[in-house]
């Protein structure tokens, strides 16, 4: 290709250049096009298959009457509600436009060129993409070893206590780790905190918090911001409540570090109905039970399944299952995608040959078990 490259190419930013973009779960109505089937199963981005509270839904709509009103650019009643939850002041609280709005502006608030963020491998895409958007330095630390007993290719705490020295600013834990699924208790997550120095941020994400209720260790982070100031947690309502395509989430953290990354904060990024759907889904309890006892009990059978298969899925606190494929991985997703079944290549997490699952509807783990059984024993697609 001959075309010269457009002179402006080099003003984007170093760490923007360098940037490969996040690549999201094949959307349906992308897998209609491409492949002309018309059934589609998407299993690719943990999403809720129930679907959003009907609460929430109501919200939302009633929300869109207003639609030529900017939202409350303060998120008041979201924000309200959210510390209510977690018994803590508002003052703490940091809405985005999803979680991973959150996670930017705490690379855009404490990183920068010259600056360090340290995160474990296989951990979630957007701390890279954050932390080299801005033009810091990214400090990835080995995950623990495929064959661990406990959490294979989870994070390694240890290590990432010590490579947290205080030249990093930003320190990114997972809990549970998408794609790994895997999970660290509350005792190592709190010698962990008491480890990091008191200079630099502590983020953990727990964007699949509530579907945690099998550990009996799992910690909430969030009951622990007065004994570190230095804590920021972030919660999502993409996953169990089924927001995703609304877009909310939100930090908790020291009122000062809320207060600062509220400058950056575009101050309406979390629109009237996300907000409105928010907070109506916070308050149906039952919805979120009932989506968590579906997950426990089809991640159990969908786990089984592909043992049956002869493959050993990752532990997973959190509503999707990662594989190992092996050598045929490519050829399976693509018989998947024939057969209409969306699911997810995970090699760009330094996970060559994994595919990552999404717990769904019965019918839906049903349908994938066979499709990819199909694949693995021959017979039509
Ligand atoms: C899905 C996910 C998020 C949240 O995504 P948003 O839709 O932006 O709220 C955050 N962290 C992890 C680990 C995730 O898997």
């Given at each position: 290709m001959a075309v010269p490259e457009p002179p402006?190419?080099?003003?984007?930013n170093p760490g923007v250049r360098g940037l490969a973009p996040y690549e999201p779960g094949k959307p349906i109505e992308a897998l209609r096009r491409e492949y002309g089937v018309e059934e589609v199963i998407k299993l690719?981005?943990?999403?809720?298959?129930?679907?959003?509270s009907p609460r929430a839904s109501e919200a939302a709509a009633a929300a869109v009457q207003e639609g030529h009103r900017y939202p409350d650019g303060n998120g008041f009643e979201l924000r309200h509600a959210i510390a209510e939850r977690h018994g803590i002041?508002?003052?703490?609280v940091t809405l985005g436009n999803g979680s991973n709005d959150v996670l930017a502006l705490v690379a855009q608030t404490f990183l920068g060129p010259g600056r360090c963020a340290v995160f474990s491998a296989?951990?979630?895409?957007?701390y890279p993409i954050v932390t080299q958007a801005v033009g810091a330095e990214a400090r990835v630390v080995p995950a623990l070893a495929?064959?661990?007993?406990?959490?294979?290719?989870?994070?390694d705490l240890e290590a990432m206590a010590a490579a947290t020295?205080?030249?990093?600013q930003v320190v990114f834990v997972a809990?549970?780790?998408?794609?790994?699924g895997t999970w660290v208790g509350a005792e190592a997550l709190r010698r962990f905190l008491d480890a990091v120095p008191a200079r630099t941020l502590a983020v953990v994400d727990?964007?699949?918090?509530?579907?945690?209720?099998?550990?009996?260790?799992?910690?909430?982070?969030?009951?622990?911001l007065d004994d570190y100031p230095n804590l920021i947690v972030t919660r999502s309502f993409?996953?169990?409540?089924?927001l995703g395509g609304l877009r909310a989430g939100y930090a908790l953290s020291h009122p000062a570090v809320a207060e600062l990354m509220n400058r950056v904060r575009?101050?309406?990024?979390?629109?009237g109905p996300a907000q409105a759907a928010a907070a109506a889904s916070l308050a149906d309890a039952e919805h979120l039970e009932r989506s968590v006892a579906l997950n426990t009990e089809q991640r159990a059978l969908l786990r089984r399944g592909l043992e049956e298969l002869g493959f050993v899925p990752l532990p997973s606190a959190g509503n999707f299952l990662t594989f190992d494929?092996?050598?045929?991985a490519a050829e399976l997703n693509e018989g998947l995608l024939r057969s209409g079944v969306i699911v997810r290549p995970?090699?760009?997490?330094?996970?060559?040959g994994h595919l990552r699952v999404s717990v769904g509807t019965p019918t839906e783990n049903r349908t994938f078990l066979a499709a990819l059984s199909r694949q693995l024993h021959g017979g039509a697609a």
């Open positions: 402006f190419l080099e003003q984007a690719a981005s943990n999403e809720n298959p129930l679907g959003p002041d508002p003052q703490r296989h951990a979630f895409a957007v495929a064959d661990h007993p406990a959490q294979p290719r989870g994070h020295d205080d030249t990093v809990n549970p780790n998408n794609p790994t727990e964007a699949y918090f509530e579907y945690a209720v099998e550990e009996a260790d799992y910690p909430d982070a969030s009951r622990w993409s996953k169990v409540h089924g575009q101050p309406f990024n979390c629109s494929a092996g050598a045929r995970v090699d760009a997490y330094d996970l060559p």
